[in-house]
């Protein structure tokens, strides 16, 4: 079975974009709520965008692999 690398890459970014959206989003309603300030959490954003983007592009890969 031949690995399509740009698909990979395609699958990658997206959730990579998605999770850093939500996770920003969700930093910043956070802080505003129980700090009273809206502040960004970027190190975490970033963080949970990679692990997301490189588990759910292998586990996506495994999945169509074994079919």
Do not use: C, P
Request: zero cysteines.
């Amino acid at each position: 079975m031949k690995i399509n690398i740009k698909k990979l890459l395609i699958m990658f970014v997206g959730v990579f974009v998605l999770t850093l959206l939500v996770s920003a989003i969700t930093t910043f309603l956070y802080s505003l709520i129980v700090h009273g300030a809206g502040v960004f959490d970027w190190e975490t954003s970033f963080r949970f965008a990679i692990i997301f983007g490189i588990i759910l592009t292998w586990f996506n890969s495994r999945e169509n692999k074994e079919k």
